[in-house]
């Protein structure tokens, strides 16, 4: 069973702002705050990408192209990390999944889509 529920996603024009969450269930409840968590997205034909990283300390890392627009962050008492997402791009347009860090092949959910219309 996927461990994570994602949300918050949808059509943004460029220039805007969404805020995603992801929420934990099941069998990472118990331990949420001592992993290392991940937002990754996926475009049409393309493989995962790593967007941002946040480990059990709260340290951050960004991949190079959302430095500065986006912001992770993690809440361990409400099992819920979020992606602050600014001044969007049409190429941000994807589908955001969040998961361990490194990623577990078992745990990619549905995700949630975020379209930036070019």
């Known amino acids: 069973q996927v461990p994570f529920a994602e949300s918050g996603g949808g059509l943004v024009q460029a220039g805007g702002s969404l805020r995603l969450s992801c929420r934990a269930y099941r069998s990472i409840l118990s331990s949420f705050s001592a992993y290392d968590l991940g937002w990754y997205r996926q475009a049409p034909g393309q493989r995962h990408e790593l967007v941002a990283s946040i480990d059990s300390d709260g340290g951050t890392t960004y991949a190079d192209s959302v430095k500065g627009r986006f912001t992770i962050s993690r809440q361990n008492g409400k099992k819920t990390m979020y992606l602050q997402m600014n001044n969007l791009k049409a190429e941000d347009t994807a589908v955001y999944y969040c998961?361990?860090?490194?990623?577990?092949?078992?745990?990619w959910g549905q995700g949630t889509q975020v379209t930036v219309p070019s």
């Open positions: 998961n361990l860090f490194p990623q577990q092949q078992d745990y």
